[in-house]
């Protein structure tokens, strides 16, 4: 099963170094770019990319809607970002590490208006892993172990919080199901957010209206997650990166009804270094230069089966 092209980043922004970059709850490309960005080394794993001049400083963010192109300057921005979402009514936010001089630095979100003036700030924890917005003024925020062990912010894995920076729900595991040590896979669409998370890799799903269930799964660490109804799509499970899992749901299990390989556009071998990100039924994933993203849309039957 092949990929199809959904968003680049326009030529001309070529030179530019990508600091973050996502595909939005609109379908959206959006990058966050710096002409003046360095690779620094980091004890917790490859280079980080860091803006050269001093804090807070003017990134660029590009937006590719299907073709049509936008361009915004985001003033003041305080930290070394290493997300970006988009958020209703022309706003986005930018997640990253707080420039200090410790060697833990503190995570933070920054929040910008449609003038792209800084709004609000707020702290997300420790070793967060995804953060995404969806069109109904919620951002989600996952966490790995390293901040649920540690941070009394990350500690329950998977925190939802409202535009403006208000924690208003977090996860608790019901009884007999195992806590969250680290979200691998999130999918976020309007008022939901489906997640599968180290140990057990359950399904969980958590919905803005306080209804929650979790699915016991055969598939465990998957990298990518696509839901529609009944049906959910796995991408990279069971430490296979190109291996679909074709899914239903019953009330408590996820059932495997069949598996394909995915490639890129053409046919090629996916790279295991892609980068999937999950919005309801679209699947994108980012190629390894993170100027160009890629898309599976999957259409299920109604007896379960996958067209």
């Given amino acids: 099963m092949a990929l199809r092209r959904h968003a680049r980043l326009p030529e001309g922004y070529d030179s530019s170094r990508v600091l973050a970059t996502t595909v939005d709850a609109w379908g959206r490309g959006i990058w966050l770019i710096c002409p003046h960005a360095e690779l620094v080394p ?8 860091r803006p050269r001049d001093r804090h807070p400083f003017d990134a660029q963010l590009v937006v590719d809607d299907r073709g049509t192109v936008e361009e915004h300057t985001l003033h ?30 503190v995570s933070m979100a920054q929040i910008f208006g449609r003038d792209g003036r800084r709004r609000q ?3 997300t924890g420790r070793a ?20 649920v062990h540690a941070d009394p912010l990350s500690c329950a894995g998977l925190v939802r919080w409202d535009s403006g920076g208000r924690r208003e729900w977090e996860y608790a595991a019901p009884e007999g199901v195992e806590y969250i040590d680290t979200v691998y896979a999130l999918n976020v669409d ?13 399904v969980l799903e958590a919905r803005t209206n306080g209804q929650m269930r979790v699915r016991t799964s055969p598939v465990t660490a998957a990298r990518g997650l696509a839901v529609h ?41 996916l790279k295991p270094c892609m980068v999937p990100v999950g919005r309801g039924r679209h699947l994108y994933v980012r190629d390894a230069s993170a100027k160009q993203w890629f898309a599976l849309s999957i259409q299920p039957r109604g007896d379960g089966t996958w067209a």
């Fill in 42 to 49: 980091s004890s917790l794993g490859g280079p980080w990319l």
């Fill in 76 to 105: 003041g921005v305080g930290l070394w970002p290493s997300r970006v979402d988009a958020l209703p009514n022309g706003r986005f936010i930018v997640q990253g590490a707080a420039p200090a001089p410790a060697r833990d630095a």
């Fill in 128 to 147: 967060v892993h995804f953060l995404m917005a969806d069109r109904r003024n919620h951002v989600w925020s996952a966490y790995a172990d390293e901040g």
């Fill in 190 to 202: 309007d008022g939901v957010a489906w997640a599968s998370y180290y140990p057990s890799f359950p």
């Fill in 229 to 269: 109804g009944r049906a959910i799509v796995m991408l990279g499970g069971n430490r296979q990166h190109d291996r679909l899992h074709l899914c239903r749901m019953t009330d408590h299990e996820v059932v495997v009804v069949e598996e394909a390989q995915l490639t890129r556009p053409g046919g090629a071998p």
């Fill in 121 to 123: 700030s707020f702290e």
